[in-house]
């Protein structure tokens, strides 16, 4: 059974941090590529983060570039996401995504299977 779990959300300050996990069960982490989304209550999902697991390589949102950080615990097949310097703009339910097939992309369409979610609500 394929499964994505996300954890790590929660209320922080602006200014604050969190890390944010994303537990793959049923897939390897060793292709294709995980990705992070955000959505605002009311707005359109968008992507932040990509990692393309089968290299390591990294990928940012202008908008969270510099502040986020996507890496993976290979043993514990876990992809992170760590938050910094986090805005009240940053608050969003985030998703972690999987793709069998990596395009370099952070289109929603690439990626077919999808956690839950996890809320960041970021005060100022």
């Known amino acids: 059974q394929v499964q994505l779990m996300e954890s790590g959300g929660g209320s922080v300050q602006a200014g604050g941090s969190l890390r944010l996990s994303c537990a793959v069960s049923?897939?390897?982490?060793?292709?294709?590529?995980v990705a992070w989304f955000r959505q605002p209550t009311g707005k359109e999902r968008e992507g932040v983060a990509l990692?393309?697991?089968?290299?390591?390589?990294?990928y940012y949102a202008d908008s969270v570039n510099g502040r986020f950080t996507v890496s993976r615990d290979n043993a514990e097949n876990t992809v992170y996401l760590r938050v910094n310097s986090l805005k009240p703009e940053d608050t969003a339910m985030y998703y972690c995504?999987?793709?069998?097939?990596?395009?370099?992309?952070?289109?929603?369409?690439?990626?077919?299977?999808w956690g839950q979610g996890t809320q960041v609500p970021v005060s100022s």
């Open positions: 995504a999987k793709a069998s097939d990596c395009t370099w992309t952070l289109s929603q369409h690439e990626f077919g299977y």
């Open positions: 049923g897939l390897s982490l060793s292709n294709g590529c």
């Open positions: 990692l393309v697991t089968g290299f390591g390589q990294t």
